[in-house]
Nanobody, 124 residues
C-alpha cells in the first residue's frame, strides 16, 4: 500500500487542523493505521492508531481529548482532527499502515508502510 499524507500547515496556538492520509491498493480495511510525529532533534513518537476491521482507536496521553483519529474505508482514507493545538505539537506528521497482528501498535517499527509526512507548525 502507498500512503499520501496532506493537510499540514501553520496555525496559531489554540487553532485546529485536519490531516488526511489517502491509501492506494486493496483491502484498506484490513490495515491498522496510525499517526506518528517527529519534531526536530527528537525521535518519532506515537500519536494515534485505529485498528483494522472497525477496531478501536487509541491515543497518546499528550493528545487525548484534543485529537480525533477516524477512518473512512470507502475512501481508503484516515483523518486526524487536531484541536486546541499547542506549540509542542509542532512536528512532521506521518501516517503508517500495517496488516499484521499489531502486538505493539504504539511502536513505529510495527508498521511496514509509511507516508511522506506533512509539516504542522503551531505558533505561540
Amino acid at each position: 500500500v502507498q500512503l499520501q499524507a496532506s493537510g499540514g500547515g501553520l496555525v496559531q496556538a489554540g487553532g485546529s487542523l485536519r490531516l488526511s492520509c489517502a491509501a492506494s491498493g486493496r483491502d484498506f480495511s484490513t490495515y491498522s493505521m496510525a499517526w506518528f510525529r517527529q519534531a526536530p532533534g527528537k525521535e518519532r513518537e506515537f500519536v494515534a492508531t485505529v485498528r483494522r476491521n472497525g477496531g478501536r482507536t487509541y491515543y497518546d496521553d499528550s493528545v487525548q481529548g484534543r485529537f480525533t483519529m477516524s477512518r473512512d474505508n470507502a475512501k481508503n482514507t484516515v483523518y486526524l482532527q487536531m484541536n486546541s493545538l499547542k506549540p509542542e505539537d509542532t512536528a512532521v506528521y506521518y501516517c503508517a499502515a500495517d496488516q499484521g497482528s499489531m502486538i505493539a501498535p504504539r511502536v513505529a517499527r510495527s508498521y511496514d508502510f509509511w507516508g511522506q509526512g506533512t509539516q504542522v507548525t503551531v505558533s505561540s
